[in-house]
């Protein structure tokens, strides 16, 4: 029996995902998740995409059945990648009940329940998990704190995972990432973003190239689990 090599993009309708997931290496299968209608634009005709209505571990369940009916048997390998991430409208004091849960629920929330649904779906073996994340997370900023928040936590849910399943193969990391020039950073103002560049040993910012290769990294080397890997030219 042939095996198969499955990659799952949660959170594919981020600029940064587009930008990145088109250059990884060929996986037999590919899952792409959003709450948006829009999945990228490098999709095949073989990539399946599924849109979610509610963001729950039972509602990502029933996208993995419905999409990936298949026993543990039958993977070889499972690579997931969650984008999933929204920053802080205004400074902490300003920010509404409702912006506050909806960044709870983002950029927290949603991966947990990611990971308790490949857990539940797929049991453990050769997986790994991959959350997007951002040195400004790590080192905090005025009008991210939120952001910075829940982020970190992230550090602490791949440390948990790792323990409780890494002996099965299951693996979880965090990969922060410094300025590159795709998906929030449009944000910032340029003034603003130039002064955060310049704080990075590199100078400049980080290409794709490096990220994909970081992200190829943390696929194969299954010595990494429950980290924090930079990729930020020297920022952290």
């Given at each position: 029996?042939?095996?198969?090599?499955?990659?799952?993009?949660?959170?594919?309708?981020?600029?940064?995902?587009?930008?990145?997931?088109?250059?990884?290496?060929?996986?037999?299968?590919?899952?792409?998740?959003?709450?948006?209608?829009?999945?990228?634009?490098?999709?095949?005709?073989?990539?399946?995409?599924?849109?979610?209505?509610?963001?729950?571990?039972?509602?990502?369940?029933?996208?993995?059945?419905?999409?990936?009916?298949?026993?543990?048997?039958?993977?070889?390998?499972?690579?997931?990648?969650?984008?999933?991430?929204?920053?802080?409208?205004?400074?902490?004091?300003?920010?509404?009940?409702?912006?506050?849960?909806?960044?709870?629920?983002?950029?927290?929330?949603?991966?947990?329940?990611?990971?308790?649904?490949?857990?539940?779906?797929?049991?453990?073996?050769?997986?790994?998990?991959?959350?997007?994340?951002?040195?400004?997370?790590?080192?905090?900023?005025?009008?991210?704190?939120?952001?910075?928040?829940?982020?970190?936590?992230?550090?602490?849910?791949?440390?948990?995972?790792?323990?409780?399943?890494?002996?099965f193969g299951f693996r979880a990391?965090?990969?922060?990432?410094?300025?590159?020039?795709?998906?929030?950073?449009?944000?910032v103002p340029e003034?603003?973003?130039?002064?955060?560049?310049?704080?990075?040993?590199?100078?400049?910012?980080?290409?794709?190239?490096?990220?994909?290769?970081?992200?190829?990294?943390?696929?194969?080397?299954?010595?990494?689990?429950?980290?924090?890997?930079?990729?930020?030219?020297?920022?952290?």
């Open positions: 029996m042939i095996k198969k090599k499955l990659l799952i993009v949660f959170g594919s309708s981020s600029l940064l995902a587009k930008e990145t997931v088109r250059f990884l290496k060929a996986s037999d299968i590919r899952l792409f998740i959003s709450t948006k209608d829009k999945f990228g634009e490098n999709l095949n005709s073989r990539d399946l995409h599924a849109k979610l209505e509610t963001v729950s571990v039972e509602s990502i369940q029933n996208v993995l059945e419905k999409f990936l009916p298949m026993r543990r048997s039958e993977i070889e390998e499972i690579f997931v990648i969650s984008f999933a991430g929204i920053s802080d409208k205004s400074i902490f004091k300003d920010l509404s009940q409702e912006d506050i849960d909806q960044l709870v629920n983002v950029n927290l929330n949603s991966n947990v329940y990611l990971t308790s649904a490949i857990l539940k779906h797929f049991g453990v073996g050769d997986t790994s998990l991959v959350f997007i994340s951002s040195t400004r997370a790590l080192l905090g900023d005025r009008g991210l704190t939120m952001y910075s928040t829940t982020k970190h936590a992230l550090s602490g849910l791949v440390k948990g995972i790792s323990l409780e399943y890494g002996r990391n965090v990969l922060s990432l410094g300025v590159a020039p795709v998906g929030l950073v449009n944000k003034k603003r973003l130039r002064e955060i560049i310049k704080r990075s040993a590199n100078g400049r910012m980080i290409d794709v190239d490096s990220i994909v290769q970081s992200l190829e990294h943390l696929r194969q080397n299954r010595a990494l689990n429950g980290s924090t890997q930079y990729c930020d030219g020297g920022y952290y």
